[in-house]
Structures are given as C-alpha cells and as structure tokens.
C-alpha cells in the first residue's frame, strides 16, 4: 500500500514569490492534514480536511496562506507571497477520521525562502 | 494556554540499555496520548496509543504509562539497538476531533 505522497521534496523561492505543495493522502482516508514543523520542534497544524470541507483552519494565516482539497482525495497548500518565516518543512498527514485514528506523514516538503 | 514539554536535550544511551523519555502537559485533559518516531528527512511514524483509562501500554520492546494525574506520560525503550536512535514526539488529542497537539520531540541516540 502506497503512503502519503508530497511533492516537491525541497523547494527553494525568494521572499514574495508564490508556493505550492500538493499532497495525496493514503487510498481510502477522508481526514487530510497539513502541519508545519519548525526545526528542533513539533509539527503544528494549519489546516484539517474531512472530505473537501476545512473542519479546522484555525491556525493557518488566511492572509497568505491558501489550502483546497478539490473532490476530496489530493490537497494542495500556497503561500503567496511567501516571507523569510515561512522556510520550515511542511507535512501532510492522513488517517481513516476517527477521534484515535493513527495518522500516517509524508515525507515532507522542506522549503527554504531567501 | 495548552502545553506540552519533552526534554528537548538529546539522550545519550548505551547499546542494550532502557531509554526512558518524558511528556508532561498542562492546561490539556487528553483523551489519548500518542508517541511517534521521526527520522531526519522524514514525516513522524506512529509508533503507540494510549488512552486516557489505560495506564500502560506495551508493543515489542517499547512501553507507554499515561498518568492523568500526574498529567504526564513516560516512553521507554528497552534492550535499546542503535537503530532506535531518532527524534520521539508525543502528541494529544481530545475526545472531539482528532486534532494532534505535538511537543517538541526528545531526540535519543544510542551508542553501540
């Protein structure tokens, strides 16, 4: 069985210059989730898909940050214009929905901004 | 506000012993407590769950106590390898929504 897929793995942009990152969660699991992780820290969430619809988006900065899930299966997270701040690895996860589900991680997309 | 702490300084330990790693929390009532592995380069990898009535879990050569009281959790490793040398994050979640709250993940290396 096939894990979550992210691409791209690494992405180097100057400041102001748009992002994106597209993600394919595992066959069959409705809850998608995108984190961002700090070096030396935990992954923190921006956004939670059930489906399409964004049941948690809470903590992603609305002013440059953008996510769909279009027909419910693969996801794509932008920055526009991207800062020096955002340059952290960016994670999507995937599980079955329930509250004790495990959630299955990419491999990351690691973007630096210059 | 909500917050989880692991010590954030590596753990050094020799080939075959036990590794026994921290998460305390406060201003959080978990429903279940989760510990992950993460590798560099790579997304975190679920390794245990524990819920809020279990005191202790058990898979292979690694154990998980949660106490509520305590608001803590403690990870051990045991017989530890050198391939178990990577980052262990635990991570919260409520009964409603599965929203996971990570800490900052606990890096361990083991000697041989």
């Known amino acids: 069985e096939a894990g979550v897929v992210q691409s791209p793995r690494y992405k180097i942009i100057e400041k102001k210059q748009p992002v994106a990152f597209w993600c394919n969660p595992i066959?069959?699991?409705?809850?998608l989730y995108w984190y961002l992780q700090n070096l030396g820290q935990g992954p923190e969430l921006l956004i939670r898909?059930?489906?399409?619809?964004?049941?948690?988006d809470s903590q992603l900065p609305k002013d440059r940050f953008s996510a769909e899930r279009l027909k419910g299966v693969d996801s794509t997270l932008k920055i526009q214009p991207a800062e020096l701040g955002d340059s952290a690895v960016y994670l999507c996860?995937?599980?079955?929905?329930?509250?004790?589900?495990?959630?299955?991680f990419g491999p990351g997309t690691r973007l630096t901004v210059l | 506000s909500q917050k989880i702490e692991q010590n954030s300084e590596a753990l050094n330990i020799q080939e075959g012993k036990t590794a026994t790693l921290t998460c305390n929390y406060t201003?959080?009532?978990?429903?279940?407590l989760q510990w992950y592995r993460q590798d560099p380069g790579r997304g975190p990898v679920f390794l245990l769950l524990?819920?809020?009535?279990?005191k202790e879990k058990r898979k292979e050569r690694l154990k998980v106590t949660f106490d509520t009281t305590l608001k803590q959790s403690l990870f051990h490793i045991t017989a530890s390898q050198p391939a178990d040398s990577a980052t262990y994050l635990c991570?919260?979640?409520?009964?409603?929504?599965?929203?996971?709250?990570f800490g900052g993940g606990t890096r361990v290396l083991v000697k041989p």
């Open positions: 066959s069959g699991h409705n809850t």
């Open positions: 991570a919260l979640n409520k009964a409603a929504g599965n929203k996971l709250t």
């Open positions: 996860a995937s599980s079955g929905g329930l509250a004790d589900d495990t959630q299955y």
């Open positions: 898909y059930e489906n399409e619809e964004a049941v948690d």
């Open positions: 524990i819920r809020e009535n279990e």
């Open positions: 201003n959080y009532s978990p429903a279940y």
